[in-house]
Each structure stands twice: as C-alpha cells, then as structure tokens.
C-alpha cells in the first residue's frame, strides 16, 4: 500500500465549479500535512498546510481527517488558471523530516 | 515566499559523463535540504537528504557512489550524477527545510533541473 494516495484523474470540470480532491495516508503517525500544486515541467509549489481544525484560504479550504487518516482539498469558483496537478503531501515524523508526497490528482479547468 | 534556486535548469550530457547539479537557498538558511527524483508522470521520489556538514543519508535503492551529495554550507548542497546514463535521464528537483519557532517546518523547492543523458 503507497503511503500517500490519491485519485489520479484527471478531473475536467468548468470554470467556476466547486471541485473536491481526496487523499489517504497509511502511516497514523504522521504530523504535518500539506497540499501543493505542480503545473506541468515545473517544481511543486506550496498551497496550504492542513490542520486539524480545518483551514480557509481564498477560494481553498484544506480539512484533515485524523480518526479515517485523510485529507481533502476543496477548490470554488474554479478558475482556468487552477488547472495543474495537486498533490498531497506528508510528513511522517517519527524524525524524518523528508516529505512523503502522494502521486498527484490532475486538475483541468475548461471554459 | 523562501526562494530556492537550482543551476542548472537543464543538461544534456554523453552518457558515462557526470553532472553536478546545485541547489542555493537563497534568502534563508537550511541545515537540511532534500533531493528529490520526478520521472514522466509519477510523483516525486525522495533521493537522498542532505545536511550540512555530515554525510548525506540514502534512501533505499538509492546508489550513494553514483549520486554524490556534498553540503558545505547553510545555503549551499550539490548532486553530482556520476558516469551518467540514459535511465538516469529525469526531473530532479532539490527542496530546502526552512524552520521558523513555533511555526511548521516548510519545504521550499527550487525551480528542477531536467537531465537528458543520450
């Protein structure tokens, strides 16, 4: 079983959509959670670290499900520029501090 | 945001050739920074984590003589892909810990360096 895993897609929705990806993660250990998006040939950027409690930024809100070990990332009033692929992220502790990420879930936004 | 930065952005190289590969935080300083490997569609795949000044630790699988980590300063770690060759052709990407108190440890990653080993 993968540590991280994730929906491949691709997910096609239009613009202004509301769009949920899901994650799953096997290591009941792990502390810290993260999302970032990577577009195509390029690194991965950071979107929003996932706490317990939930968190809000703009048009994304990230939630943390520790009891069923998943995360989610949900994206409103979809925008073009929103297409990429956006991967969850871990770190398992445990003093490990290399990051943990899941295979990615691809986003296209369609006019 | 921290910015990282990788030279080069991309090589071609003869197979059996070796390349050096840095990565530079540039506006903090990482004890730690990772090296990450990315093939065509899959996920990134840790390499190897770097600290400054002690040995690189390895992932499994992961051959230490061929890829060869050097971190000699806080802003500063190197991948050197020795006798390279076309399998070893990828995405790879290095990621500095920037660590504030009280805050999440973050990862920044620079911009990657593509290999192509003909």
């Known amino acids: 079983r993968k540590e991280v895993e994730q929906d491949p897609g691709p997910f096609n929705v239009p613009e202004g959509a509301t769009v949920a990806f899901n994650c799953t993660y096997s290591?009941?250990?792990?502390?810290?959670f993260f999302w970032y998006r990577q577009d195509c040939r390029k690194e991965p950027k950071l979107l929003m670290s996932?706490?317990?409690s939930g968190n809000e930024d703009g048009r994304f809100t990230a939630q943390l499900n520790r009891a069923s070990q998943y995360i989610s990332l949900l994206i409103r009033d979809s925008k073009l520029s929103d297409s990429a692929t956006y991967l969850c992220?871990?770190?398992?502790?445990?003093?490990?501090?290399?990051?943990?990420f899941g295979s990615g879930t691809r986003l296209q936004v369609q006019p | 945001g921290a910015v990282v930065s990788q030279h080069p952005s991309w090589v071609i190289c003869k197979s059996g050739t070796s390349v050096k590969i840095e990565c530079r935080s540039l506006?903090?300083?990482?004890?730690?920074m990772f090296w990450y490997r990315q093939f065509p569609k899959q996920s990134l795949m840790l390499m190897a984590t770097?600290?400054?000044?002690?040995?690189?630790?390895?992932e499994q699988g992961v051959e230490k003589d061929k890829f060869l980590i050097n971190h000699a300063s806080l802003t500063l770690s190197t991948l050197t892909v020795t006798s390279a060759h076309p399998e070893d052709s990828s995405f790879y990407i290095c990621?500095?810990?920037?660590?504030?108190?009280?805050?999440?440890?973050?990862?920044?990653f620079g911009p990657g360096t593509r290999l192509t080993v003909l």
């Open positions: 992220v871990v770190n398992i502790g445990r003093g490990r501090r290399a990051l943990t």
């Open positions: 506006d903090f300083q990482a004890t730690t």
């Open positions: 996932v706490y317990s």
């Open positions: 290591n009941s250990a792990s502390q810290s």
């Open positions: 990621s500095a810990q920037r660590r504030i108190a009280g805050e999440v440890d973050t990862q920044y």
């Open positions: 770097s600290n400054e000044g002690s040995k690189a630790t390895y």
